[in-house]
């Protein structure tokens, strides 16, 4: 057999190791080296490939896709060097971020490595403890043990990158030339499509079955019901997760506990059409007053998810740490920065408490137990507290937002949020749009899938991932809210939306740099070192970007207007990016207002008999 012909059945026999492992979407960037993995599993049926230009950007645009299809394997090639370096970001986010990327490096042969070969760096662990699995495989031959032992490669890296808590795998590739692949004399591509159809955009989500169904071990089941029956004033605190299932069992269990339950906007428990009773969305602004931090301590903490957006709620649940606190993960998973917490591992953490509630809802009316726990006599009850308090800081924050003459960022982020439809997902970037969706974004009952780069919170890749998330994304429209330097990092990301025909609505707030560290303390520094070191301003003109990459730009300057071009927006599909012009300080000094009104209204609630 040629060689050509050996690398060529060599990387088929990976190809199908990951295809048998669920891989069904490849994100790749174009390279000399990387040829026989693009012209491999480019003859794949099984599989959707998503060429890039840009590997940044490409890294980031699977890392949003994986995301989208809900834990499903994707896999990210490109060539050697420098280009395996730029994957460095989305595989960081993917490690912390728990997203299963399956990432596809081509190499040097050994013999070319470190003696100065074109292109070739030191690809061997490249990306450190950011991935969970790296192997350096072997050159390619087809003999029987070497095509099970590609095939073996493939199906364990999407094994090992979708075990829990996923993450990233790395492998990397060396081929000699020559770098064409042939396919074999007699191996026709029919044997190939006639493996079946797969539907690439089948979920392994949308497959697996609700919480109550999954298996869980019985003594953590008792283990968490015998901390919540013996405390008085549960709180459930469900930080940035995307199993729509643990959402709603958290929901659920909430409900029956009548435990408040502290809803980050990236928890999925805020939108959905689980019970929302119990839910609280206005933690951020009700917990920034330490009197009423104080007055609303909770008997026992059940946490689960990464850490919450809200620095208010983080100070809060470390201002009670000496209050119970189980942090509920996967075997292995610890996420408690505060270091207050006592972990609970469940394989499946929402059939937990799917168990748990179901337990607590068999054993008798909790609300006739609440004199035992805790609640003194006359007290309003404890989730009633809750509830009363956000009702007074939401009747605020809709009045000062209702009276906007011109859009503030908080008003733009509220306006999107509400011409989403049932079924959208919505990407969020860090800094600013995310806290504000946390501040401001009111719960209800439609199915909206928040998601954002929460791992390691970045400002670049956003745009990708949210495109990737488009890709990934059949039902509902995609839209996302960036900061105008977050757009920037990542304008090269809009190429994906012209090369694969998605459609994206892009909510651009443009306060010309970094809103955010006008409410830090940087914004005590004199004003010439704040604004160069900091705020950053690049006094760009967005709109010339967008319609270079075939997008249409639209801005909005008043409430309507924005509503109208949202709506637009949405209806008309394809790339849309809709700007709304800020200014930071009058952005800082409203945060401020709305806050102290949210919270003057809440006190008074609180005072009221
Ligand atoms: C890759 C990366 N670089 C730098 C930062 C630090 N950072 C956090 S927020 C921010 C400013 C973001 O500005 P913009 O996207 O315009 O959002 P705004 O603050 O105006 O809401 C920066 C530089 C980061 N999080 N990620
Ligand atoms: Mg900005």
Redesign the pocket.
């Known amino acids: 057999m040629r060689p050509s012909e050996e690398t060529w059945r060599y990387v088929d026999a990976f190809a199908q190791g990951l295809v048998d492992a669920g891989v069904r979407h490849v994100c790749l960037a174009p390279g000399s080296r990387s040829t026989p993995l693009a012209v491999v599993l480019a003859a794949r049926p099984e599989l959707q490939l998503w060429p890039h230009v840009d590997e940044r950007s490409c890294g980031f645009f699977a890392l949003g896709l994986a995301r989208a299809l809900g834990g499903q394997p994707v896999a990210v090639a490109c060539t050697s060097g420098t280009a395996a370096a730029n994957l460095y970001?989305a595989v960081v986010e993917a490690r912390y971020g728990r997203v299963p990327l399956v990432v596809l490096t081509a190499d040097r042969p050994p013999e070319l490595r470190g003696v100065g070969a074109s292109q070739t760096i030191d690809q061997l662990g490249l990306y450190g403890s950011h991935v969970k699995w790296w192997v350096d495989a072997a050159l390619p031959e087809a003999t029987p043990p070497m095509l099970r032992y590609a095939a073996m490669l493939g199906a364990r890296a999407a094994r090992t990158a979708v075990a829990a808590p996923a993450g990233p795998v790395h492998l990397n590739f060396p081929f000699r030339e020559p770098l064409l692949p042939q396919r074999p004399d007699g191996e026709s591509a029919e044997r190939q499509h006639a493996a079946g159809v797969v539907d690439p955009m089948a979920s392994r989500a949308s497959g697996a079955p609700s919480g109550a169904e999954r298996t869980v071990d019985p003594a953590t089941v008792e283990r968490l019901v015998d901390a919540l029956r013996s405390s008085p004033r549960p709180l459930l605190v469900v930080g940035p997760q995307e199993d729509p299932a643990l959402a709603s069992a958290a929901a659920r269990l909430a409900r029956t506990l009548q435990a408040p339950l502290l809803a980050d906007p990236l928890s999925q428990a805020r939108w959905g059409r689980h019970q929302l009773d119990a839910v609280i969305d206005t933690s951020d602004l009700l917990l920034r007053d330490e009197i009423l931090a104080a007055s609303l301590r909770p008997g026992f903490v059940l946490r689960m998810g990464a850490a919450p957006v809200s620095k208010a709620l983080l100070t809060y649940l470390e201002r009670h740490a000496d209050v119970r606190q189980l942090v509920l993960d996967v075997p292995g998973g610890w996420r408690d920065p505060l270091l207050t917490g006592e972990p609970l591992w469940a394989a499946d953490p929402a059939a937990l408490l799917a168990h748990a509630a179901g337990r607590l809802e068999g054993s008798g009316p909790l609300a006739g137990r609440l004199g035992d726990r805790g609640e003194a006599a006359g007290e309003p009850a404890w989730l009633a507290r809750w509830k009363a308090l956000q009702q007074a800081a939401r009747g605020a924050v809709r009045r000062v937002l209702a009276a906007e003459a011109s859009v503030s960022?908080p008003g733009a982020v509220v306006s999107l949020l509400r011409a989403l439809p049932d079924g959208a997902t919505l990407y969020v970037?860090?800094?600013?749009?995310v806290?504000?969706l946390d501040a401001f974004g009111e719960a209800d009952g439609r199915t909206v899938r928040v998601l954002a780069n929460r791992g390691?919170?970045?400002?670049?890749?956003v745009v990708s991932a949210a495109l990737g998330a488009a890709a990934g994304t059949r039902d509902g429209p995609v839209a996302l809210i960036?900061?105008?330097?977050?757009?920037?990092?990542d304008l090269n990301g809009l190429l994906a939306a012209r090369l694969h025909g998605l459609s994206l609505t892009v909510l651009l707030?443009?306060?010309?740099?970094?809103?955010?560290?006008s409410l830090l303390s940087q914004a005590q520094l004199p004003e010439a070192d704040f604004e160069r070191l900091?705020a950053?301003p690049t006094g760009l003109d967005f709109r010339p970007a967008v319609e270079m990459y075939g997008g249409r730009w639209a801005g909005a300057a008043t409430p309507s207007q924005l509503e109208q071009e949202l709506q637009r927006a949405l209806r008309e599909g394809g790339l849309q990016v809709v700007e709304v012009r800020t200014e930071?300080r009058a952005?800082a000094r409203y945060h401020h207002r709305l806050w102290s009104e949210a919270l003057e209204a809440a006190r008074r609630a609180v005072a009221a008999p």
């Open positions: 970001p960022e970037g860090n800094s600013m749009p806290r504000d390691a919170s970045g400002i670049d890749g960036i900061g105008d330097l977050s757009f920037y990092h707030l443009h306060n010309d740099g970094g809103g955010i560290f900091f950053t930071r952005n």
